[in-house]
């Protein structure tokens, strides 16, 4: 049997009659969904955004799969959807096509990610066409990690404190009551670093300043 057909037909049977509106291909519309169905959906969204900033930026294709279907499996046991959650166990292509949506959108979600660091970026620096000696100076010794004192010298000692940094957290995760970073709640999971780029009072330092920013925007 074709596995398109296959996943509709397993879909339907898995709902009854207020099954899930897929489309030829298989894929799921969120919007087109029951109301439970877009609920544990759109949580699993949010699961998986977590999933990619906390545990793993950059998966590859299977390890992006086995997150969003973690994704899926949290969200219904959250909402206390024990039907969704069986069958989610135990269909795999129904498991795939509900892991669909919320894997679907984590491409557009590190684009916008990356379009905010830029445009940031950009305007901290000043940065124009041409001024590629600029930019190489930037990146030399990651200076662009670093923030400045009044004189225009470096703090080798706040690794990811420079105000871009800063504001590209914030204006990604902490900028409303929606924001990952708010609903998350999870200030144990703030890093900005590794332990090879600083010493451990750096660190605190770096977390606590962006702990502060979240206060203030909560």
């Known amino acids: 049997m074709d596995k398109g057909l296959e996943v509709r037909m397993c879909i339907w049977k898995a709902s009854g009659k207020r099954g899930n ?8 519309n ?5 109301t ?14 977590k999933a990619s900033i906390f545990d793993n930026a950059f998966p590859n294709i299977t390890q992006k799969q086995k997150m969003a279907l ?7 046991g959250k909402h206390k959807e024990y039907a969704i959650l069986k069958r989610v166990k135990h269909d795999f292509y129904y498991a795939v096509a509900l892991a669909g949506v919320p894997e679907g959108q984590l491409s557009s979600f590190h ?3 990356k379009k905010l660091a830029h445009q940031i970026v950009v305007s901290r620096f000043a940065l124009k066409k041409g001024c590629t000696e600029e930019v190489e100076n930037l990146i030399k010794s990651h200076k662009y990690i670093f923030p400045t004192d009044a004189k225009g010298k470096v703090l080798g000692d706040q690794p990811f404190c420079d105000e871009s940094m800063i504001d590209t ?3 990604s995760f902490f900028d409303s009551e929606d924001s990952i970073g708010v609903q998350s709640r ?3 999971k703030i890093w900005l670093g590794s332990a090879t780029l600083a010493s451990k009072n750096a660190q605190r330092k770096r977390v606590e300043k962006v702990l502060q920013v979240k206060e203030s925007y909560n």
């Not at 969120?30 to 029951?34: C, M, R």
């Not at 169905?37 to 699961?47: C, N, P, R």
């Open 21 to 28: 509106i897929i489309g030829l291909d298989g894929s799921i």
């Open 36 to 49: 439970r169905i877009q609920k544990v959906l759109k949580t699993a969204i949010l699961e998986l955004k």
């Open 111 to 113: 684009t916008n990610l």
């Open 70 to 76: 973690d994704a899926v499996h949290n969200a219904a």
């Open 186 to 188: 999870c200030e144990d």
């Open 169 to 171: 957290i914030r204006l």
């Open 30 to 34: 969120l919007k087109a969904q029951n």
